[in-house]
């Protein structure tokens, strides 16, 4: 069977850095931890910088790190000014930024304008405020359904299970009204249409942008617009928090006026000197929605979802490339290419066999049939060998390039994902992705995460076998071949590249495409795969020579 139906995408040579970087997710709680209380922080990201840089990366995302009650990670903000005390100061920020310049590194950081945390001082404002007074309009507040209001106004469902409504208690101790959440009922959903949350916002920006960051990584950006009035979900039993894809908007989902808001934050990133640029998460499907953020005059980038959600089979992903390069070049968007990350089971375990569940944000637990690592770590320097090989921008999440499996067998006492508790351990949830990282195999119980050993979430034992110590210098480790492919990225501008499909390795035994003089051929297959003559760049098959064959799950690079 030959997959037909292709485009090509030319070459875009000397654009903008955010067109073809690569930007490095660091997960601030489990990178790197300096005073050894157990929780990663900013100086440990400082000493740690010189291993990105020897990677080969271009940015960092930084996830939340802003003050938080860690309801969700940090994904529940009380004060967007201001650093947790968990990961350190405003100083200590102030240092890791000016590091990572030093070491050319650029720095996004992670922006949460959906919703605050319930211990934001604006929302405490709302509680102690009467209904309808401007305390309460920065929030969705409403009156209850049923008698004496004792129902939520409407009906939908929270992203991490339950309700989306949780009802307030007034100061006489009389039920009162319900505030919408589309999270944990600890994030209330900010009222975007309220002039006064949007300027708020585009000061926050600027309070960041003066302090030098290349920009920002916007979460859940196509759920802040919310339908006139807050009408019921037309379709809560299918599609449960979510939508459909193909299907009309879901009134809390992509809504037309979330646009002008990113217009103006492009304006105000386009005013400071410097390349700033911001990637939305937008989870909006099919692409040739998605490209509608990305525009020229609204977001840089948003994540690839459909790439990063497809099944890893010939068929699905020649269709997901070709939806890619369709929709991003209708708008001259770069296309973002991504495998893994802190919402997600880790691609070197997701692609060794059945999760068990139905979706990968939901995890692995110990009562699921567990992956075969071997296989799966196979799989995944096979892809991401393959990714790398695209033209455009590529997310890594930090682990990733040690091959890092999911912790799988963590047990419920030590999960903190708000899913577990709201689903009664039902959603084991994401904390599998999140263990910290094994730096020196057997430095404290951690791997040299810290030296006293302790850990927000513990490593499971085979984890020093991945430690960096063990990969650095390493032939044929994962680390070195990330660092490889990496090298040769940037040597032979990869990222700006071209695309277009080699017609030989179209089908169900393999993948293959040209960017530039570079050939990337993917052997789907179960038998070994013959390759066109050329020489060998990289590999993820160790010692692939010139005239060998290429082993099934494996990815090779050729010049031509
Ligand atoms: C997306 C983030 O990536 C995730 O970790 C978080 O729980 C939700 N947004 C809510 O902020």
């Keep these: 069977m030959q997959l037909t139906g292709a485009p090509t995408h030319a070459a875009n040579y000397g654009s903008q850095w955010w067109r073809s970087a690569i930007i490095y997710q660091v997960y601030p709680r489990s990178f790197a931890d300096s005073n050894g ?107 209850g359904r049923g008698e004496g209001g004792s129902l939520p106004p409407n009906n939908w469902v929270s992203m991490f299970g339950g309700p989306a409504w949780t009802r307030v208690t007034n100061p006489d101790d009389t039920p009162g009204q319900w505030y919408c ?43 802040m617009g919310k339908a006139a009035g807050l009408p019921d979900h037309p379709d809560v039993e299918r599609a449960g928090a979510g939508f459909i894809e193909g299907e009309p908007s879901p009134p809390m989902w992509f809504q037309e006026s979330v646009h002008p808001i990113f217009r103006r934050w492009r304006e105000i990133l386009d005013s400071y000197d410097g390349e700033r640029a911001m990637c939305g998460e937008a989870y909006v499907l099919p692409l040739s929605f998605m490209a509608l953020w990305v525009r020229p005059d609204e977001f840089h980038q948003t994540f690839n979802f459909r790439y990063l959600d497809s099944e890893w089979k010939p068929e699905i992903l020649f269709r997901s490339i070709n939806e890619s390069f369709e929709a991003f070049d209708s708008v001259g968007a770069p296309s973002t290419w991504v495998l893994s990350n802190h919402d997600i089971i880790r691609h070197a375990s997701r692609m060794g066999g059945v999760t068990g569940r139905p979706t990968a944000s939901d995890g692995i637990g110990p009562n699921d049939p567990q992956p075969d690592r071997e296989l799966g770590l196979r799989r995944a320097r096979g892809a991401t060998l393959f990714t790398l090989g695209l033209p455009g921008s590529t997310y890594l999440y930090q682990g990733e390039e040690l091959g890092l499996p999911e912790h799988t067998t ?42 006293t050993g302790l850990a927000w979430l513990p490593q499971p034992e085979l984890y020093a076998e991945y430690s960096r110590d063990q990969q650095e210098g390493v032939a044929g480790s994962t680390l070195e071949l990330y660092k490889q492919a990496l090298a040769l990225r940037k040597s032979l501008r990869i990222g700006e590249g071209s695309f277009a499909w080699l017609p030989q390795f179209t089908n169900e035994r393999a993948l293959g495409y040209r960017n530039g003089d570079v050939l990337v051929i993917h052997n789907f297959g179960t038998d070994a795969l013959p390759l066109p003559q050329g020489k060998i760049l990289v590999a993820s098959q160790n010692g692939l020579a010139e005239g060998q064959l290429l082993d099934p799950d494996q990815t090779v690079w050729i010049a031509i």
């Design 410 to 451: 963590l047990e419920g006492k030590y999960r903190q994902d708000p899913t577990f508790a709201r689903t009664g351990g039902a959603r084991v949830g994401r904390d599998g992705c999140r263990v910290p990282l094994p730096w020196e195999a057997g430095v404290g119980a951690a791997n040299g995460f810290n030296e």
């Design 181 to 223: 959440h589309l999270f944990d009922s600890s994030q209330p959903d900010l009222n975007w249409e309220n002039p006064a949350v949007q300027l708020a916002f585009e000061e926050i920006l600027r309070f960041w942008l003066d302090r030098g960051v290349d920009g920002f990584r916007v979460d859940q950006p196509h759920a």
């Design 37 to 143: 209380d157990g929780m990663g922080d900013l100086p440990g990201i400082t000493a740690r910088m010189d291993s990105l840089a020897a990677l080969g990366i271009d940015a960092i995302w930084l996830s939340p790190f802003m003050s938080s009650p860690q309801k969700d990670a940090g994904y529940d903000v009380s004060d967007y000014r201001d650093v947790d005390p968990l990961f350190g100061t405003l100083a200590d920020f102030d240092d890791m930024v000016a590091r990572a310049h030093e070491l050319g590194i650029r720095v996004l950081v992670d922006l949460v304008p959906n919703h605050t945390s319930d211990q934001h001082a604006w929302f405490q404002a709302a509680l102690a405020a009467p209904e309808g007074s401007p305390e309460r309009a920065f929030y969705h507040f409403m009156d």
